[in-house]
């Protein structure tokens, strides 16, 4: 069954560096998402990205962050100076864009991101 | 502002049924999903309501209410796999903005 894959499962970094954080959606979906989740808290929307451009973004998503497909199968959200308050699980998510599929979201397993 | 209301915990024994609900607040409306999530793993998508009425999918069904912007999950014959957080999820902009519940945990007991 096709998934969506993320890594790295964990990234420990000091604040102030820059991560990237990558995801292979499901081949044939064509809307990204990024979404975030405090430990014990909900999942926050971050950012959606469909036909190469950024379709919606939360107001978490400044200035700091940026989402890119760099080819046809990777997904990357890029944090330019980490805070202390980025810490946080980071889930990829994919959805198709026809039929009863493009209901469901499929999320990856996530990158933990800790932030020193 | 968007919001969505979720009981924080739901308790209830195997063989069981249980109702989530949820209430939400937001500035588009295209439709309710749920998600399960079990402790450190992803959200997994279990329904999705755009119209009023009952969506079956084998012990789970889901049902939504856009008048009363009201939804629930109903969780039949509960096994103890289950226990899990629960949200709903509102799309509520055409450009792909989901706005998640803070989540029900439900706790299965044998």
């Known amino acids: 069954e096709p998934e969506v894959t993320q890594t790295p499962s964990h990234q420990v970094t000091q604040m102030g560096q820059e991560v990237i954080l990558r995801c292979v959606p499901i081949s044939n979906h064509l809307y990204f998402y990024w979404y975030r989740q405090i430990l014990g808290q909900k999942v926050e929307f971050l950012v959606s990205f469909y036909n190469n451009e950024i379709s919606e973004k939360s107001e978490i998503f400044d200035d700091q962050f940026s989402v890119e497909r760099p080819d046809g199968s990777n997904f990357t959200l890029k944090i330019r100076s980490t805070k202390l308050e980025d810490s946080a699980m980071y889930f990829c998510a994919s959805r198709d864009h026809t039929g009863a599929g493009a209901l469901e979201q499929y999320f990856g397993p996530g990158t933990r991101l800790t932030v020193t | 502002g968007q919001s969505l209301e979720q009981p924080s915990e739901v308790t209830a024994v195997e063989g069981a049924i249980v109702q989530i609900n949820c209430t939400y607040q937001?500035?588009?409306?295209?439709?309710l999903s749920w998600y399960q999530q079990h402790d450190g793993g992803a959200p997994t998508f279990l329904s999705y309501?755009?119209?009023?009425g009952l969506e079956e999918t084998g012990r789970f069904s889901s049902f939504l209410s856009r008048s009363d912007s009201y939804g629930y999950l109903l969780l039949q014959e509960l096994q103890m796999k289950d226990s899990a957080s629960y949200f709903c999820a509102v799309r509520a902009g055409y450009g792909q903005n989901f706005v998640f519940g803070p989540g029900t945990r439900l706790s299965v007991l044998p």
């Open positions: 937001t500035s588009g409306f295209y439709g």
């Open positions: 309501n755009a119209l009023d």
